[in-house]
């Protein structure tokens, strides 16, 4: 039996307030105002989409052996490096074997389904258990409609053989050069082509022929399929498509619009994730990515489906928020506001890359050293221990520090020093199982920053080295909300 083994998902904290966003536009486009109601995630300044895919990866593979993945596959279309793995970014974050294949997926609304069922056809032929992540961080112009529903948000799943939480029963795909959106190559927005053209034209059209053609050769009914997953971003259209289709009006899922937003490719992930953490054993899902085409999969739940959320899953990440209602913030975040930094941003950021390949343990994946005599662990790793009195050499073995939780120790509100977010939170955070690492704090207000306070690292972005477009990674310390 080949299917999802383990799903994870990961939802920013901060939820930006579409009215806020609404209000500063009235004055030029009074229509938003429609859009008005509800909230979409919102990344911080030191997140993007591989940052997310790391964390909805370590959610989805929370208590499982990280030995049994195979290949890491990252869906989006706003990866962060053009020509660099960013696959291969997660993989070292996650602390994966150098054996681990790692792939990216791109250029269409459904890479993320697309993406899923090539990990799901992979598996079946014997390729091993694939985690399949789907992670968005898109730019949308001011005052558009996409920036008022898009959302930042990822998903993970782990596919395999064997004891699965939701058998595969089988996929379809059509292609079709139909153009509802593109971005160029040199552009930073996407074109949007007419929403009524779109709807009629595209997703009724295209998605329904798609779906019946899925289920005729899985040899399914439309009746049977209890829930429907597409998250098309319009009003109405899942509804539409499932009624063309044949499914049940009560099967479709609703698609978050007003607590999360829409995810681009991510979207049809994230919202099998969410329906999974709530599916009945032997419900069968029917899944769709569109964009250029359709992807449809099909899945039933097994008697394991409750066993499907290994972490927090989406349900857990959305009720971890803290509403937004600083456009200015949020348009400073990504880069619509240049705003003026002062003489203490002007430090060249200029990446070592040499350096960055010889501690990649420690960078990406927050691996120190544990004496094999002394028990001691410290960060950095390192020849010579740190244990008191010991006079050892060479006897440590790698220790990870990134799923350990640790406390603060000591703690600085630094309102000097730049910081996209001011003040900067820092200090020392003291593991449970021993070791001290001086650490940056994210998502903290005031109150969340005393001595004694539990935290968790988590994967962020450290510095874009704006001059040669290069992004640096570290680990940060952010509250540990599991508690």
């Not at 109405?236 to 698609?255: C, F, Q, R, Y």
């Not at 003040?423 to 449970?432: A, K, M, R, W």
Request: a neutral charge.
């Amino acid at each position: 039996m080949v299917g999802i083994v383990s799903v994870g998902a990961y939802v920013p904290r901060r939820r930006l307030q579409r009215q806020a966003v609404a209000a500063a536009h009235a004055w030029f486009a009074p229509g938003l105002k429609g859009l008005g109601r509800g909230e979409r995630a919102m990344a911080c300044w030191d997140e993007d989409a591989i940052t997310m895919a790391v964390e909805a990866a370590r959610d989805g593979l929370e208590g499982l052996d990280r030995a049994r993945v195979a290949k890491v596959v990252l869906a989006s279309t706003s990866h962060p490096f053009l020509d660099r793995q960013n696959a291969g970014i997660v993989k070292e974050a996650l602390n994966l074997d150098d054996a681990v294949a790692t792939l990216d997926v791109a250029g269409s609304q459904r890479a993320g389904a697309s993406a899923l069922l090539d990990a799901l056809q992979a598996a079946r032929g014997g390729a091993g258990d694939v985690l399949c992540i789907a992670s968005e961080r898109r730019r949308a112009q001011p005052a558009s409609e996409l920036e008022m529903m898009a959302a930042d948000a990822s998903a993970a799943f782990l596919v395999g053989e064997g004891a699965v939480a939701a058998d595969f029963i089988g996929g379809h795909s059509v292609s079709v050069d139909f153009v509802d959106h593109f971005r160029g190559e040199s552009r930073e927005f996407d074109y949007n082509w007419e929403s009524r053209w779109v709807r009629d034209e595209g997703f009724a059209k295209i998605a329904p022929a798609a779906i019946r053609q899925a289920l005729d050769k899985n040899g399914l009914s439309a009746d049977q399929i209890g829930r429907f997953i597409m998250g098309a971003p319009m009003r109405s259209v899942n509804e539409a498509v499932a009624k063309a289709s044949g499914i049940p009006a009560d099967a479709v899922v609703e698609p978050l619009a007003q607590v999360l937003g829409e995810a681009g490719c991510a979207q049809p992930l994230i919202l099998l994730a969410h329906a999974l953490e709530t599916a009945r054993p032997g419900e069968i899902l029917c899944v769709v990515g569109f964009g250029q085409g359709c992807d449809v999969l099909l899945f039933r739940a097994t008697d394991r489906v409750a066993r499907a959320k290994a972490g927090l899953g989406v349900s857990g990440w959305l009720a971890r928020r803290a509403p937004e209602s600083n456009y200015i913030k949020f348009l400073a975040w990504n880069g619509h506001l240049d705003l003026d930094k002062g003489m203490r941003a002007e430090a060249d950021q200029k990446p070592v890359l040499t350096a960055l390949y010889r501690s990649r343990k420690a960078a990406m994946a927050l691996v120190g050293g544990r004496c094999t005599q002394t028990g001691v662990v410290q960060f950095p790793k390192s020849d010579i221990s740190v244990a008191q009195n010991a006079r050892t050499k060479g006897t440590q073995e790698d220790y990870p520090f990134a799923e350990r939780r640790a406390r603060i120790f000591t703690h600085t509100a630094d309102s000097l020093a730049f910081s996209p977010d001011p003040p900067n939170y820092y200090g020392t955070v003291e593991f449970e199982e021993g070791g001290r690492i001086a650490m940056e704090f994210a998502d903290v207000e005031a109150s969340d920053v005393e001595v004694g306070a539990v935290m968790r690292p988590m994967f962020r972005i450290k510095a874009v080295d704006e001059t040669r477009g290069f992004t640096k990674y570290f680990w940060k310390a952010v509250p540990d909300f599991r508690t």
